[in-house]
Structures are given as structure tokens and as C-alpha cells.
């Protein structure tokens, strides 16, 4: 189980001088996270992704909060990145999973709302679905510490029902905006922790950048956030932004477009998609991946959901690579095994090789066709940016990497 560690902030403010004009560098938030194992409940990742995604697809097509709260299954958020988070004076700190793919921040999951002098009712109820989960409860507004830095009269959702979330206390959404639409009953759209970070002055770009590392350990601070701008000893090279994606539903979250290989063989042609921090397999169509699985040799593992490999196929497997922007990102072979030490967590057997590359539920052509979730963002380097519309990627000392 995950073992709650002190969070740690470093706020950095430099100003590099030439001779003109002068230059200043973007103020930045550094939050630390870590990698969390839910081994309370079934452990079905394949399944928990899917109704994730599912939803992801739901949401935006317009259905109600009821109606999908009745047709997609909740399962328990198995594997996370969590940050710790203050919210109050004095503050509560509590764990929350870190998710580009919703925007409400929400607490009282696991760990208690503690109502302070700075907690506010706003007399707003809050219901959000999330397909592997839900909550409903009551919005207010309360302090929020990042570290040192404090935001004032952020909205906090205050869960007084919950399901899918042991083992956490809540949600720090990082996603659109727009994402919030409908989710509390008093506003169209409340401001994310990104957006009050900017308002407030903290930061001077609304960006958030996501470092996360491949580890071989069921609990580790193995991940960084960091707001306002990027970590250079994060990242290899350059970082290659690309804007994003204007088809629908993957427009809706941080949607681009991209086409996947596998060696020489098209796996996926051009299609749109998202990078998803609450994802956490890496999820392609399920044509994409019939074609993946025919050109690996792997076979359906019927216990864990996932594509299965023997020793001597995955010897043979060649290289995963995703075009985005006419940049290539490779999943190298070891990269596309989940990390063996860990098969217990998954409930697979522990001699056997399982593959990260899962069914997304659905074939391509529906305008949202793969996820790019944790065991890509494990390998490579991510920066969402809201000013610009864009999404950046480099590689990292981690890309090539064979600890799985």
C-alpha cells in the first residue's frame, strides 16, 4: 500500500539578464508525486481503462451524469499518481491522483473534509462520474497549499459519497476548463487549481509539466509536477510542442493527433486521441490492436485482460512508434512490458511477460481511437499547455530504460 510521504515544494524565480532585452524566466511550483498500488479490490486494469475511457467518450457526447453513472462499471482506481495536497489553516493534508483528464478538485474520498477558518460553503451541491468512480457531495471554497505557496478561495468538492477511490482521498484535476461544465450546481464552470494559480500571480504561463518514471516498486515518489513552466533536469533534447487536436471527443481533454507503427507495420493510421495522466495503460483501438497483436505473436491473457508474450517473442519484439507532429516517440520492447516484479499487483502470474498496449473497447474512426496514459508518460516527458493550446513531449533518461 502507498505509504503517505512529506510533499515538498520548490518555487524557483530567476531573471537572466542580457545585454537587451532583458528576459525573464517563468516562475515555477514544483510538487512531488508518487506512484500508488490499490490492492484492496479486483484487479482488473484493462477494465478499469476501458470504463474510463468509455466515459471520456460519454461525457462528451452529452449524456447526463445519471445515465452514465448507470451504464459504465465502477472499479477501483488501481493504479495512480498521487500528490499531497494541503486544503485549509491549518492545512489537512491529503493524497490526491493527479488527472489531466478531469478538472474538479475534490477531497474526502479516504481522508476526512476538516472544515477550518478559511472553508466556505458556496451553497453549491458537486457530482462528477468518472467511469472507473464517482463522487457527489457539496462545493466550497478553501485554501489550497502547494508547498509554501497558498491559493486562496480555491473550489474544493467535498465528497459525502464516493465509490471506485480506495486507498485515496480525491482528485487534483489539472484538465480543460471546460471539464468542470455542469459538475456543481450553482456555476457553468468553476476555476481549476491551474487557473487560480495564474489569476493569483503565482505563475506567469498557465502550463503544467508531467515527469514520471518507470519504477519496479509498488510504492515510490518516483514523479514531479510543476506548474508554470517546465524542469530541464527533467528532460533530454528539446521539447516538441504540437497544438491540439480540433476533433471531437478528444478535443474535449488534451487531444492531439498522431499514427502508431509497429517496426514497419501500420498499426494505427493518423487519428485523434489524448494524453491521459489517469490512464494507466496505453490504449489503441481495438483494430489497432488486433493488428498489434498479430504482428507480435502475443496472446490474451484471460486473468488480467492483457496481451501476454513468451520469453522468445519478446526477444523478438521490435520497436512501438508514435508519429506525433512528424516527431517519433518509441516505446522500445521493454517499454511495452508491464514490469515484471510487479505481475502480483496485477494479478498475473509471476514467469509470465504482459504488454502495457491494451484494447481501448472501441475501432478507430469515433474521434477519440488511443489514450497515451502512464506507461507512456513513463517514458516520456509531458507539458500541458493551456495558454498556447498545445501539448509538448521530449524524451527523458528514462526512455530507453530496461527495468521492466
Do not use: C
Not at 158 to 163: D, E, L, P, R
Not at 217 to 234: H, P
Not at 363 to 391: C, H, M, P, W
Amino acid at each position: 500500500m502507498f505509504l503517505s510521504q512529506s510533499f515538498v515544494a520548490l518555487v524557483a524565480l530567476a531573471l537572466a539578464v542580457s545585454a537587451t532585452p532583458a528576459v525573464r524566466d517563468t516562475p515555477t511550483i514544483t510538487l512531488p508525486i508518487a506512484k500508488h498500488f490499490n490492492t484492496t479490490g479486483t484487479l482488473n486494469l484493462l477494465a478499469r481503462d476501458q470504463a474510463r475511457a468509455k466515459w471520456l467518450k460519454s461525457r462528451a457526447s452529452g449524456e447526463s451524469l445519471a445515465e452514465r453513472a448507470g451504464s459504465l462499471p465502477v472499479t477501483n482506481a488501481e493504479v495512480s499518481y498521487l500528490a499531497a495536497v494541503g486544503v485549509g489553516s491549518p492545512a489537512t493534508t491529503y493524497n490526491l491522483i493527479v488527472d489531466t483528464g478531469s478538472s474538479n478538485t475534490w477531497v474526502g474520498a479516504g481522508t476526512e473534509y476538516v472544515s477550518t477558518s478559511t472553508s466556505k460553503k458556496t451553497g453549491g451541491s458537486v457530482s462528477v462520474s468518472y467511469g472507473s468512480g464517482s463522487f457527489s457531495g457539496t462545493e466550497f471554497t478553501d485554501q489550497v497549499t502547494l508547498g509554501s505557496l497558498v491559493i486562496k478561495s480555491q473550489s474544493i468538492g467535498v465528497a459525502s459519497k464516493s465509490s471506485g477511490f480506495e486507498g485515496v482521498d480525491g482528485i487534483l484535476g489539472i484538465g480543460p476548463v471546460d471539464l468542470t461544465e455542469q459538475t456543481v450546481s450553482n456555476a457553468n464552470t468553476v476555476p481549476t487549481v491551474t487557473d487560480n494559480l495564474l489569476s493569483q500571480g503565482f505563475i506567469s504561463t498557465e502550463v503544467v509539466a508531467v515527469s514520471f518514471e518507470p519504477t519496479t516498486q509498488e510504492s515510490v515518489t518516483n514523479g514531479e509536477l510543476t506548474f508554470g513552466g517546465t524542469d530541464s533536469s527533467k528532460f533530454t533534447g528539446s521539447i516538441n510542442y504540437v497544438s491540439l487536436t480540433n476533433t471531437s471527443p478528444a478535443s474535449e481533454y488534451w487531444g492531439i493527433n498522431e499514427s502508431i507503427t509497429y517496426g514497419s507495420t501500420s498499426i494505427l493510421s493518423s487519428t485523434a486521441g489524448i494524453v491521459d495522466t489517469g490512464t494507466t495503460l496505453t490504449l489503441i483501438a481495438s483494430n489497432a490492436l488486433q493488428k498489434y497483436q498479430k504482428a507480435t505473436g502475443a496472446t490474451l491473457d484471460s486473468t488480467t485482460g492483457l496481451l501476454r508474450v513468451s520469453s522468445s517473442q519478446f526477444n523478438s519484439l521490435q520497436n512501438l512508434n508514435f508519429d506525433i507532429g512528424g516527431v517519433t516517440y518509441t516505446l522500445t520492447p521493454n517499454a511495452q512490458i508491464w514490469p515484471r516484479s510487479l505481475n502480483s499487483a496485477i494479478g498475473g502470474s509471476s514467469g509470465d511477460i504482459y504488454l502495457i498496449v491494451g484494447d481501448l473497447g472501441s475501432d478507430s474512426g469515433e474521434g477519440l481511437d488511443f489514450i497515451n496514459g502512464q506507461t507512456f508518460l513513463e517514458r516520456f516527458y509531458a507539458v500541458f499547455d493551456t495558454t498556447n493550446k498545445r501539448l509538448g513531449l521530449a524524451t527523458t533518461q528514462f526512455t530507453t530504460a530496461t527495468t521492466n
